[in-house]
């Protein structure tokens, strides 16, 4: 299953004195079981695209074919693409609105029509998926809830639906350390024993350089670096003119460099330069 997004361009309000083109043009292909992260300053586009991956926003102009169907076509019924493509909103938690944990994990589902059985059977599921006990929690008020864990059970809200692909928009904005390491680890769990292909759209260079297999950047409506972690983390200066860094880890290893140690500068995560510094102490032994 991929997605395939061609010359595609929107323009918000347009022919009104507001017109704002938040999309310029945009080629690209995101294929089956990757792990891809959209990283950009505010205001380059990112939220604008992942809506129009579930037909939540419509193009100016271009395409978007998921597994060869153009989904920017009359007659495509949302839900299917839904079925397919699940989207975790930025701060998800707050559209829980159920008085139970299972009751709102099972309402997308419900809404796709699905039998009582299955509807069961998939939110036990999605816990699962997501790492909450179902007999411990399925009772629970989503409200009685840590930030992380809130989090969590809305996750598992879209995960019910059994997307392939889930595009989450910055998960773990506003959790403490834990809970942002805890929401990442499920989302790598996610992908790594469920195979879902997932696209995050993320500040953290520290966490797209640990779990990301393709970064893709965004500018001004435009994506103008595509490629693995490494390599777009080894473009410092390009990325710093549009107003983004490296992991900072990646800085430190720069320093260390200049005052003459010889490490690898290929270091993008703190397990890299824990490896880059051992073999610089085994060398110089
Ligand atoms: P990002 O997610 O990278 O912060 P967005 O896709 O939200 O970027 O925004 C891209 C551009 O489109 C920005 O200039 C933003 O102000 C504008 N924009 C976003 N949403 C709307 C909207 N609903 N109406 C008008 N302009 C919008």
Same mark, same amino acid.
């Given at each position: 299953?991929?997605?395939?997004? *061609?010359?595609?361009?929107?323009?918000?309000?347009?022919?009104?004195?507001?017109?704002?083109? @938040?999309?310029?043009?945009?080629?690209?292909?995101?294929?089956?079981?990757?792990?891809v992260a959209l990283i950009g300053h505010t205001g380059s586009g990112k939220?604008?695209?992942?809506?129009?991956?579930? !037909?939540?926003?419509?193009?100016?102009? !271009?395409?978007?074919?998921?597994?060869?169907?153009?989904?920017?076509q009359k007659g495509v019924k949302l839900s299917d693409i839904r079925k397919k493509i699940g989207l975790v909103f930025q701060y998800p938690e707050y559209q829980l609105f159920e008085e139970t944990i299972e009751k709102d994990i099972q309402f997308g589902p419900r809404n796709l029509g699905l039998s009582e059985d299955e509807i069961d059977k998939r939110a036990k599921r999605a816990m699962k998926m997501v790492g909450l006990d179902y007999e411990m929690y399925k009772d629970k008020s989503p409200f009685e809830l840590s930030g992380g864990q809130k989090r969590r059970v809305a996750i @598992?809200?879209?995960? @019910?639906?059994e997307?392939?692909?889930?595009?989450?928009?910055?998960?773990? @904005?506003?959790?403490?350390p834990k809970g942002r390491d805890e929401i990442l680890e499920q989302i790598n769990i996610l992908h790594k024993e469920y195979n879902m292909t997932i696209i995050l759209v993320s500040h953290s260079?520290?966490?797209v350089a640990k779990l990301a297999?393709?970064?893709?950047?965004?500018?001004? !409506?435009?994506?103008?670096?595509?490629?693995?972690?490494? *390599?777009?983390?080894?473009?410092?200066?390009?990325? *710093?003119e549009v107003g983004l860094a490296a992991p900072q880890v990646t800085y430190l290893?720069?320093?260390?460099?200049?005052?003459?140690?010889?490490?690898s500068s290929s270091v993008?995560?703190?397990?890299?330069a824990k490896e880059a510094l051992l073999q610089y102490i085994k060398n110089t032994k």
């Open positions: 299953m991929s997605i395939k997004i *061609e010359n595609l361009t929107h323009i918000y309000m347009p022919k009104s004195p507001f017109e704002k083109k @938040a999309l310029d043009d945009v080629s690209l292909e995101i294929m089956d079981g990757q792990f939220s604008t695209l992942i809506q129009h991956l579930n !037909g939540l926003l419509k193009p100016s102009s !271009g395409k978007i074919i998921v597994d060869d169907i153009d989904i920017t @598992a809200g879209v995960v @019910a639906m997307p392939k692909i889930l595009i989450l928009d910055e998960p773990t @904005a506003g959790l403490d260079m520290e966490d297999d393709r970064v893709i950047v965004m500018n001004k !409506g435009k994506s103008i670096l595509d490629g693995v972690p490494s *390599e777009i983390f080894n473009k410092i200066e390009v990325l *710093e290893v720069r320093a260390l460099r200049n005052k003459g140690f010889n490490i993008f995560t703190v397990e890299q």
